[in-house]
């Protein structure tokens, strides 16, 4: 099995409101990734969590807030967004440390702020 | 820094037609290089990858790719394409064996077939 879902696939929200995407993967990978995907451009890297401890922020604002409470689940929990945080967002998965070869991504939430 | 450029944005393609889709990489260290394709409307799929030994890469879907170190390229190329290769393509490098995380992406190449 080499898939990662992610949930929901469309979401649409408010600045004011509080809500959470869901990342998960069942290939023993120890490793987990949320990217952040605008139209016609490459994946950016917000997080990366290793053996899951947070081992990348890159410099992603307060306003998003990962969580990975076991091996195969990540989170990332959004409140008080702005409408340029509308984007895809990606979950990827791949093993960790000296394996970290090719990541499997997921299909992505489509994320609209209003 | 690693950095990966491809070098066209757009190709247009009969369909039939074979295509090579380009990419450059700079790095300074050894490297290791990957080709994911995204169809629109979906994440992104693994299409090949290089990470040591033959130069030339098989993957799917008849895709395959050459890694060139003397001149940092790793050129995608398929003989014969169909309509349904129609997406975005992402040619990207992770540089230290252990180091989780960095994949550097290049801008994509936007694959467009016609009939």
């Known amino acids: 099995d080499t898939e990662v879902t992610q949930t929901p696939k469309h979401l649409v929200m408010g600045m004011t409101n509080k809500k959470s995407l869901k990342c998960e993967q069942h290939m023993g990978h120890r490793a987990m990734y949320w990217y952040k995907q605008k139209a016609k451009k490459p994946p950016e890297l917000m997080f990366v969590?290793?053996?899951?401890?947070?081992?990348i922020n890159e410099s992603v604002p307060s306003r998003f807030s990962p969580e990975c409470p076991n091996s195969s689940l990540l989170n990332l929990h959004l409140h008080a967004l702005q409408p340029e945080d509308s984007a895809l967002y990606l979950c990827?998965?791949?093993?960790?440390?000296?394996?970290?070869?090719?990541?499997?991504f997921g299909p992505g939430t489509r994320l609209t702020v209003t | 820094a690693q950095s990966v450029t491809q070098l066209d944005s757009q190709v247009p393609v009969f369909e039939e037609a074979p295509v090579e889709l380009r990419c450059n990489y700079s790095s300074s260290v050894s490297v290791y290089l990957f080709w994911y394709v995204q169809y629109p409307n979906q994440g992104l799929q693994l299409l090949l990858k290089?990470?040591?030994?033959?130069?030339l890469v098989k993957g799917i879907n008849g895709f395959e790719a050459e890694f060139n170190k003397s001149q940092t390229s790793f050129h995608l190329r398929k003989p014969s394409v169909h309509i349904s290769d129609t997406a975005e393509y992402f040619c990207a490098v992770s540089d230290t064996p252990g180091n989780t995380g960095k994949l550097i992406f290049g801008q994509g190449t936007t694959l467009q077939v016609k009939p």
């Open positions: 290089y990470l040591s030994g033959s130069t």
């Open positions: 969590y290793s053996y899951e401890k947070l081992s």
């Open positions: 990827a998965s791949s093993q960790a440390g000296p394996l970290s070869y090719e990541q499997y």
